[in-house]
T-cell receptor, first 111, second 114 residues
Framework: QKEVEQNSGPLSVPEGAIASLNCTYSDRVSQSFFWYRQYSGKSPELIMSIYSNGDKEDGRFTAQLNKASQYVSLLIRDSQPSDSATYLCAAYNNAGNMLTFGGGTRLMVKP | NAGVTQTPKFRILKIGQSMTLQCAQDMNHNYMYWYRQDPGMGLKLIYYSVGAGITDKGEVPNGYNVSRSTTEDFPLRLELAAPSQTSVYFC?????????????FGDGTRLSIL
């Protein structure tokens, strides 16, 4: 199993819907997780971080961490065409010095 | 603050040529990283540094070298460019301490080797 895995997509949702992005992880990563958004041709931009089991909300974004099932999710409410991008899930290794990225999920929000 | 600054933004090299990708940060971050991103893929770690004078290999270090003489700068050196090194290169930095510190990225260098 890869350390951090994501479905490559594309995930297509209509404008105004909830987009749900998922990420699974192995025992080789620590309990610090990050979601980055990357527009085509641009650098990754931090959206959310989550460290504790449960939900963390920030505006239209909610990150969910389930340590028992080893998955992290990002929910985007009221999706907008401007949310169309690739979303990268990342976690530090257990030593805490190297960040491992999933392959990213491409999200398309259709007007 | 400028954050993480990478130069150049674009470069075309011939096979066998050498070049240095520059990365500088003005946030006084001890930790700095170099990644490469191939089309449609995630980021792969090339090298990282936890402070001046200290560097270590990441997942894909072959064909690259780094140095860290100051806290601010972390250049990446390609000695003999190969077509397989065509990629987008990102530099990132973060503060020291704990496992929960996010990394902040530069705008990237798009490198083509022909």
């Amino acid at each position: 199993q890869k350390e951090v895995e994501q479905n490559s997509g594309p995930l297509s949702v209509p404008e105004g819907a909830i987009a749900s992005l998922n990420c699974t992880y192995s025992d080789r990563v620590s309990q610090s997780f990050f979601w980055y958004r990357q527009y085509s041709g641009k650098s990754p931009e931090l959206i959310m971080s989550i460290y504790s089991n449960g939900d963390k909300e920030d505006g239209r974004f909610t990150a969910q961490l389930n340590k028992a099932s080893q998955y992290v999710s990002l929910l985007i409410r009221d999706s907008q065409p401007s949310d169309s991008a690739t979303y990268l899930c990342a976690a530090y290794n257990n030593a805490g010095n190297m960040l491992t990225f999933g392959g990213g999920t491409r999200l398309m929000v259709k007007p | 603050n400028a954050g993480v600054t990478q130069t150049p933004k674009f470069r075309i090299l011939k096979i066998g040529q050498s070049m240095t990708l520059q990365c500088a940060q003005d946030m006084n971050h001890n930790y700095m990283y170099w990644y490469r991103q191939d089309p449609g893929m995630g980021l792969k770690l090339i090298y990282y540094s936890v402070g001046a004078g200290i560097t270590d290999k990441g997942e894909v270090p072959n064909g690259y070298n780094v140095s860290r003489s100051t806290t601010e700068d972390f250049p990446l050196r390609l000695e003999l460019a190969a077509p397989s090194q065509t990629s987008v290169y990102f530099c990132a930095s973060r503060v020291e301490g704990g496992r929960g510190q996010p990394q902040h990225f530069g705008d990237g260098t798009r490198l083509s080797i022909l």
